[in-house]
Every structure is written in structure tokens, then in C-alpha cells.
């Protein structure tokens, strides 16, 4: 059985993952930097306080993955001096939406709420999917 403990913050997620009491203060997803607790100050701390959740640290170390943290990374950065140019994405382009689609229908321009939400004001052809 376990003796090493890590403590949940059940309040809250950061996308997926857990959040883990950090050893520093304050909290953290990384385990690398959660604070590390016995059995008994881990069982303690649930008593104050429900939401403050102990894993046995055996168990949530062979579930642990390797992440990146959109925080801390920079793509120009690490790109900077490779001699690698990205390929600029093309323009956003919205959608136009035509009663019947080509399919029949008045051929008019309609907003995508119109076309997905009732029949054609203009000649009555029902454009819901």
C-alpha cells in the first residue's frame, strides 16, 4: 500500500487534467511540481476540507503522460534561426448560404440562421437539414 500521497483540488479541471496542490503554493497539472504528502496529513486534509481529493502517488505516477503547456511555448521563438518559414494559412472565408443550395429553392441569400432555423421567407422551401 501507498504511503506517498499528491492532493487533488477537485473544484476545479484545467482542461482535462487534474489539479494537483503544487509544492511552491498554489497548484499545478504537473506532477513533477505537486507537492508530495504522507497517507496520514493526505486523509487530514480531506477531513478539512471534502473537495481536496488523495491519490496514491504509485498509482497517478504510471497514468502520467508528458504534456506541453500552451503557457510556456512559443512557436516563433523556437523556430527563431532553423531557416523554417511556415506556410501562412489561407483567409477565413464565410460561408454563404442560398435557399435550396442548388437545389431547388429561390436561389436567395439567406443568413446561416435563416437556413438552418425555418423555411425560406421568400418562396416557402424548407432548407433544414
Known amino acids: 500500500m501507498s504511503e506517498e500521497y ?3 483540488d477537485n473544484r476545479s479541471f484545467v482542461g ?3 489539479l494537483f496542490w503544487a509544492e511552491v503554493g498554489g497548484y499545478t497539472t504537473d506532477l513533477s511540481k505537486a507537492e508530495v504528502f ?7 486534509q480531506n477531513r478539512m476540507r471534502e473537495t481536496d481529493i488523495p491519490w496514491p502517488k504509485a498509482y497517478l ?18 523556430l527563431e534561426g532553423l531557416g523554417i518559414e511556415l506556410k501562412k494559412p489561407a483567409p477565413y472565408v464565410k460561408p454563404t448560404y ?18 438552418y432555423s425555418r423555411s425560406c421567407v421568400n418562396c416557402e ?5
Not at 504522507?38 to 487530514?44: C, E, L, P, R
Not at 442560398?98 to 437556413?115: I, K, L, P
Not at 422551401?125 to 437539414?129: F, G, K, L, Q
Open 6 to 8: 499528491y492532493l487533488q
Open 16 to 18: 482535462n487534467d487534474l
Open 38 to 44: 504522507t497517507k496520514d496529513a493526505a486523509i487530514g
Open 61 to 78: 505516477d504510471a497514468k502520467t503522460r508528458p504534456a506541453v503547456d500552451v503557457q510556456y511555448v512559443e512557436l516563433k521563438e523556437a
Open 98 to 115: 442560398r435557399c435550396g443550395g442548388g437545389y431547388g429553392g429561390c436561389g436567395r441569400m439567406m443568413t446561416e440562421q435563416a437556413y
Open 125 to 129: 422551401t424548407d432548407n433544414r437539414p
